[in-house]
T-cell receptor, first 114, second 113 residues
């Protein structure tokens, strides 16, 4: 069983740039959720994808967008980066969004915006 | 927005002691889960308790849930240095389709040998 993998592990960008983060779900999981975790805080829900469609969204602006592919891998795109976007971005996969099964997390991408 | 709030924010104990962390939440839930995170890495699921359950055990972990008080507690018995991590409660809000788990700010546990 392959776990959740995220790439890259670390990234440094300049304010105003765009970034794409990638996630491969655990095998057999069709749902992926993205979270932002600022230093010293709990993870904040960005959005969830189920079978390639957005299935829910947290309180994040439209410059945060995502995609889910037929193999259930996923991307998180952030446009017009701001300093406050510096955080650990976590991807989590699960079996199904209807029944809140446990989330399986990747180790995250540490994004630094300068 | 944060649904759950853990208490205390930080906890330091000696190996062999028990560690208790509390979580309070605001809205009705389907279930509550506890996760652990080691130094900025991914979160690992520990235990899930459903809204119709009051207590659950898994190894050295004991979780209680009081839906009337909207609170839960996580007890780790006979703590080990390897238990040093941040612990988060996460709730699955009822009647909010398409919302993934909502996490609290976490309790940082430090176990010294």
């Amino acid at each position: 069983e392959t776990g959740v993998t995220q790439s890259p592990t670390h990234l440094i960008k300049t304010r105003g740039q765009q970034v794409t983060l990638r996630c491969s779900s655990q095998s057999g999981h069709n749902t992926v959720s993205w979270y932002q975790q600022a230093l010293g805080q709990g993870p904040q829900f960005i959005f969830q994808y189920y079978r390639e469609e957005e299935n829910g969204r947290g309180n994040f602006p439209p410059r945060f967008s995502g995609l889910q592919f037929p193999n259930y891998s996923s991307e998180l795109n952030v446009n017009a980066l701001e300093l406050d976007d510096s955080a650990l971005y976590l991807c989590a996969s699960s079996l199904d969004p209807g029944e809140q099964a446990p989330l399986h997390f990747g180790n995250g991408t540490r994004l630094t915006v300068t | 927005s944060q649904q759950g709030e853990e208490d205390p924010q930080a906890l330091s104990i000696q190996e062999g002691e028990n560690a208790t962390m509390n979580c309070s939440y605001k809205t009705s839930i389907n279930n509550l889960q506890w996760y652990r995170q080691n130094s900025g890495r991914g979160l690992v699921h520990l235990i899930l308790i459903r809204s119709n359950e009051r207590e659950k055990h898994s190894g050295r972990l004991r979780v209680t849930l009081d839906t009337s008080k909207k609170s839960s507690s996580l007890l780790i018995t006979a703590s080990r240095a390897a238990d040093t991590a941040s612990y988060f409660c996460a709730t699955d809000p009822r009647n909010q389709a398409g919302t993934a788990l909502i996490f609290g700010k976490g309790t940082t546990l430090s176990v010294s040998s």
